[in-house]
């Protein structure tokens, strides 16, 4: 069962309401959460393919799927360290999969590789949203 709680954070100075469980899981933010979970799904397909398709996979995919778990794991309990990683993994995720969707466009037609295309597509929007909202929304201090 959820509850609303009023509480003040001694760290930020911050006030407010936040929803609570009975099993003491907070949801300061909606959104934070979902990009919480974008992040560590991220992550978990990209270790998750390059462990099923290591002789074709790029070698790249293990670095950013720990470096997309490492994102979601501090924005989940919002580490101050959550900005630099996600700006990071920001440049790098959009550097290669920038990388990897020009040599699929050269090397092949659109529609021969769709679903790589769109996967890729939808990955640099889904993580440059993330990373917009993440920077933006920092704590300063």
Known sequence: MEKLIYYQSYYSGRKGYKMTSETGFKIENLIVLLFTIFY?????????YFAIASSTAPPHLPVLGILSLLTAFSLFKMYKWTVPLAAVLFIT???LAATTLSNSLALQEFGDAMLLNLAL???MIALLIASLYVIAKR???
């Not at 560590?40 to 998750?48: D, E, K, L, S, V």
């Open 139 to 141: 704590q300063t201090s």
């Open 93 to 95: 995720g959009i550097t």
């Open 40 to 48: 560590a799904a991220a992550g978990i397909i990209q270790i998750g």
């Open 121 to 123: 597509i939808i990955y």
